[in-house]
């Protein structure tokens, strides 16, 4: 029996001023307790300014907030960057790795994403591995190929990932699966190829790890999500939860995908 919790997660990149994510935390905080209501867990990725007075805001809430990037090392001279102490020390308990859009903006290799992995886990903040591939690689049909060479750069670099629940039961990292090609344009993959995807990730994390391990691991898909195909894709066995974009800018939208990925 799958005990692997649903997972929605807004990702609300470089968007929203203060005064926004504050109003749509108030509206979180009225979500009251999650495992009453069989509501999935909610985690927020705002940008760095906002992750203090979100936490501060988010503290007696079940909702989580964590950062979208950190620098690999813990402190020193590198103008702008974050690590994963501060953010931790901000209130983050979540960090993104390997968005598509740092490793394309940022130029970011799966050796640097596996560093930002490390460092998250020194620092006691939970991955969120983020995976995909572009429109090209997947008209090439090399989908399962930068798939299991993403996954396959992770785990060799990145001792401490496990998938083994932690010794209190709760979740020690998490895999999201977003093809680029569906990311930011309404593309949204159809449940069945984001089926054969996460089928595809999760076998690959049981050759690595184990079958426990792959079994507990929480898979999300991310592109395009939004309220209209938010439960045929969380219905497929191996999603389980969703990274959301755009549609997680707006509370109306946001708190509707919640309540239709509630069991
Ligand atoms: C994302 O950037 O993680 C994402 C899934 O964006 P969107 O939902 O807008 O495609």
Known sequence: MNSRPTILAGN??????RADASAFADQLRALGPKAAQGAPMVMLFPSAPFISS??????HTEVLV????????????????????????????????????????????????AAKVNAALAS??????????????????ATESVLAEQVSA????CAGLSAEPAADGGLTWALAYEPVWA???????????????????RQQIAATLGEGAARALPLLYGGSAKPSNCESLIAQADV????????????????????????
């Open 54 to 59: 979100l936490s501060d805001q988010l503290r």
């Open 240 to 263: 389980d939860g969703l990274l959301i974009g755009g549609a997680s800018l707006d509370s109306v939208s946001f708190l509707d995908m919640i309540r239709r990925c509630g069991s």
């Open 154 to 157: 992770m785990l060799g670099a």
């Open 66 to 113: 964590g950062a979208q990037d950190l620098h690999p090392e813990s402190s020193g001279a590198h103008t702008g960057d974050v690590s994963a102490e501060q953010l931790k020390s901000a209130g983050a308990t979540w960090a993104l790795c390997g968005h598509s859009e740092r490793r394309h903006d940022h130029n970011e290799s799966c050796e640097l994403v």
């Open 124 to 141: 006691g903040l939970l991955p969120m591995v983020c995976v995909g591939e572009t429109l090209e690689q997947r008209e090439a049909e």
């Open 183 to 201: 990311i930011g344009t309404g593309l949204t993959a159809t449940p069945e190829i984001a089926q054969q995807a996460h089928g595809f990730l």
């Open 12 to 17: 609300w990149k470089m968007n929203l001023r």
